[in-house]
């Protein structure tokens, strides 16, 4: 099992409806959560962190986290095209103070 | 403006030799990481370093190894580069006990 798995996509959302991107990690004790939106050949960039159950909004994004279930996701609001890109979820892990692990990511498309 | 800089953007390499990759971060983080990104793999944790000469194995370390001498920069050494290294190399760092990752913009490596 992957410690940290996302669905690769792609997924395709119309131009203003809501996106729903899920993540399940593996380790039980992690404590920090964290969505990464990656363009095109271009470097990731935080979007989101949470660190506690429950939901964390910030803008058209919504962080969901549910420590019981080991599931974290991220809703966009009102989706643009310029919310096409890939999204990756990353845990900083509990066995180690710094180490932080990443899905495979979300390929998402908002279709106009 | 924080910064993380990778010294190559884009490498060709033979099989057999030895690979350099340098990253200079100039936000006095501790932390430091290697990641490499592959389609559908995510990015993957190679080595992380969380202080001066310190360093932890990451998920894919086999044929990597690393330095860093001082706080500002972390090297990614392959001793001997193979075809299967070749990839999008991928620079971070961040404060100690946080978790946004501030990426440099990749180095892309080809082995022949």
């Known amino acids: 099992q992957k410690e940290v798995e996302q669905n690769s996509g792609p997924l395709s959302v119309p131009e203003g409806a809501i996106a729903s991107l899920n993540c399940t990690y593996s380790?039980?004790?992690?404590?920090?959560f964290f969505w990464y939106r990656q363009y095109s050949g271009k470097s990731p960039e935080l979007i989101m962190f949470?660190?506690?159950?429950g939901d964390k909004e910030d803008g058209r994004f919504t962080a969901q986290l549910n420590k019981a279930s080991q599931y974290v996701s991220l809703l966009i609001r009102d989706s643009q095209p310029s919310d096409s890109a890939t999204y990756l979820c990353?845990?900083?892990?509990?066995?180690?103070?710094?180490?932080?692990?990443f899905g495979s990511g979300t390929r998402l498309s908002i279709r106009p | 403006d924080v910064k993380v800089t990778q010294s190559s953007r884009y490498l060709v390499k033979r099989t057999g030799e030895k690979v350099f990759l340098e990253c200079v971060q100039d936000?006095?983080?501790?932390?430091m990481f290697w990641y490499r990104q592959d389609p559908g793999l995510g990015l993957r944790l190679i080595y992380f370093?969380?202080?001066?000469?310190?360093?932890e194995k990451g998920d894919i370390p086999e044929g990597y190894s690393v330095s860093r001498e001082k706080k500002e920069r972390f090297s990614l050494i392959l001793e001997s580069a193979s075809t299967n290294q070749t990839s999008m190399y991928l620079c971070?760092?961040?404060?100690?006990?946080?978790?946004?990752?501030?990426f440099g913009e990749g180095s892309r490596l080809t082995v022949l």
């Open positions: 936000m006095d983080h501790e932390n």
């Open positions: 949470i660190y506690s159950n």
């Open positions: 380790d039980r004790g992690s404590q920090s």
């Open positions: 990353a845990v900083k892990v509990k066995s180690s103070a710094s180490k932080i692990i």
């Open positions: 971070a760092s961040t404060q100690l006990n946080t978790g946004e990752l501030f």
């Open positions: 370093s969380y202080d001066v000469k310190m360093k």
